[in-house]
């Protein structure tokens, strides 16, 4: 009798077995609340928040410079105000979206991501300002 070579059907279904679940510790890694999907959302949407927090402190701190430059110079100071601030912001961040001002905040969207972020004003000599923590608007 010959003998003949190949794999029982046994081996085949053992390997099949061994394939799914292969493939479900695979599907759980990537789906859920703490697999890869929602983590990488989650690190999109805190990069956006950061980018917009230190854009507006940049710029801010840009405009209470210029300000006091042309203060100190003789000059005349620049105004301190959210326009000065949202024009440095969309001048040294050209790939923002959009940079709008609202009532003691800034709003910036990033990458289809739209960020809040506190900014608050104090008058007086020297002026205060003050930046928020920034929220993400649904």
Same mark, same amino acid.
């Given at each position: 009798?010959?003998?003949?070579? !190949?794999?029982?059907?046994? #081996?085949?279904?053992?390997?099949? +077995?061994?394939?799914l679940?292969?493939? =479900? @510790?695979?599907? #759980? #890694?990537l $789906? !859920?609340? &703490? !697999?890869?999907?929602?983590?990488?959302?989650?690190?999109?949407?805190?990069?956006?928040?950061?980018?917009?927090?230190?854009? @507006?402190?940049? #710029?801010?701190?840009?405009?209470?410079? %210029?300000?006091?430059?042309?203060?100190?110079?003789?000059?005349?100071?620049?105004?301190?105000?959210?326009? %000065?601030?949202?024009? $440095? +912001?969309?001048?040294?961040y050209?790939?923002?979206? $959009?940079?709008?001002?609202?009532?003691?905040?800034?709003?910036?969207? +990033? &990458? =289809?991501?739209?960020?809040?972020?506190?900014?608050?004003? $104090?008058? =007086?000599?020297?002026?205060?300002?003050?930046? !928020?923590?920034?929220? +993400?608007?649904?």
């Amino acid at each position: 009798m010959k003998k003949q070579n !190949g794999i029982t059907l046994v #081996a085949l279904v053992i390997t099949i +077995i061994v394939l799914l679940i292969l493939a =479900g @510790v695979t599907i #759980a #890694a990537l $789906s !859920g609340p &703490n !697999g890869i999907l929602s983590n990488a959302v989650k690190a999109n949407e805190e990069t956006a928040k950061s980018q917009a927090r230190e854009a @507006v402190c940049i #710029a801010v701190s840009e405009v209470l410079t %210029n300000y006091y430059v042309e203060d100190t110079t003789g000059g005349t100071p620049v105004d301190l105000s959210y326009d %000065n601030v949202i024009e $440095s +912001i969309e001048r040294n961040y050209p790939d923002f979206d $959009s940079v709008t001002e609202g009532t003691n905040k800034i709003t910036i969207e +990033i &990458n =289809g991501i739209t960020v809040e972020v506190p900014v608050t004003i $104090s008058s =007086g000599t020297p002026s205060t300002w003050t930046v !928020g923590q920034p929220t +993400i608007v649904d």
